[in-house]
Nanobody, 115 residues
């Protein structure tokens, strides 16, 4: 079974930066796609960014140009560098790893951006 451990959440001022990390361990088959999702109160969970093992990335329009997703395939770790943060970025952020038979989720980490 795969476990994902997230870290790096916290409180940051608008315009500031934060880096999230997610380390995956266990019986990972391929882990081709890893990504970050977020969920704000009263809203659906949404994709923030994703990245394949080959390095192809996708970003939500709301974070393009501000957030950068990266990964270390050898360490099965994915990062989310968040720059120029806005109050609308406030949410619980979840890491996801996609394998052929199932998706694995982290426990979530709170990110709060104050104005």
């Amino acid at each position: 079974q795969v476990q994902l451990v997230e870290s790096g959440g916290g409180l940051v001022q608008a315009g500031g930066s934060l880096r999230l990390s997610c380390a995956a361990s266990g019986s990972i088959f391929s882990g081709n796609v890893m990504g970050w999702y977020r969920q704000a109160p009263g809203k659906q969970r949404e994709l923030v960014a994703s990245i394949t093992r080959a390095g192809s990335t996708n970003y939500a329009d709301s974070v393009k140009g501000r957030f950068t997703i990266s990964r270390d395939n050898a360490e099965n770790t994915v990062y989310l560098h968040m720059n120029n943060m806005k109050p609308d970025d406030t949410a619980v952020y979840y890491c996801k790893l996609q394998d052929p038979w199932t998706d694995y989720w982290g426990q979530g980490t709170q990110v709060t951006v104050s104005s």
